[in-house]
């Protein structure tokens, strides 16, 4: 059987407007969530939970305040150095005070929030050979590679200007 993978059918019950579902269905067919011919809205949903979808209020205007610095660099504990990307919303410079450990930007970019995390898990797909699991424990340690990891193909995307990962 071709298509999506079997998974729980959970039911999920909450108060929305009368036309909530239609627009969902819509939203998903749209997007390229399709199922049996028509918008999948579990597909939709789960994109959202996994973060694959960023949704950003349409009122809200995308200001300074939305702006984050994605970042590469090389972290070195006492026993192993990798390679580490991540975003932070402060300066790189604020975002590893007093740790345990040496930190080394390689290079970062400021952008708005929703083209950061774009760029952030399409190199983190695109690298995911190079995936590193550091054995010192520490937030962020999920977003590591080792020091093989091509650095000059991660700052061009990096360096590339909103593009869109599909």
């Known amino acids: 059987m071709a298509g999506r993978k079997k998974l729980d059918r959970t039911n999920i019950h909450a108060r929305v407007d009368p036309k909530t579902a239609d627009k969902l269905k819509e939203i998903a067919q749209k997007l390229g969530y399709i199922y049996d011919g028509e918008g999948s809205t579990g597909q939709l949903l789960d994109a959202i939970a996994t ?5 950003i209020h349409k009122d809200r205007k995308l200001v300074h305040s939305t702006r984050k610095y994605l970042y590469l660099a090389e972290v070195i504990f006492p026993d192993e150095t990798f390679i580490k990307i991540g975003i932070t919303g402060l300066p790189i410079n604020k975002r590893f005070p007093g740790k345990k450990y040496q930190v080394n930007v390689i290079h970062q970019v400021e952008d708005l929030l929703t083209y ?6 399409f190199i983190l797909t695109q690298f995911a050979q190079f995936s590193y699991r550091p054995i010192n424990d520490f937030d962020g340690r999920t977003e590591c590679f080792t020091s093989e990891v091509p650095i000059t193909e991660i700052i061009e995307i990096m360096n ?7």
């Open 116 to 121: 950061v995390l774009q760029k952030e898990e």
């Open 51 to 55: 973060e694959k979808i960023i949704l």
């Open 160 to 166: 590339q200007s909103h593009p869109i990962y599909g």
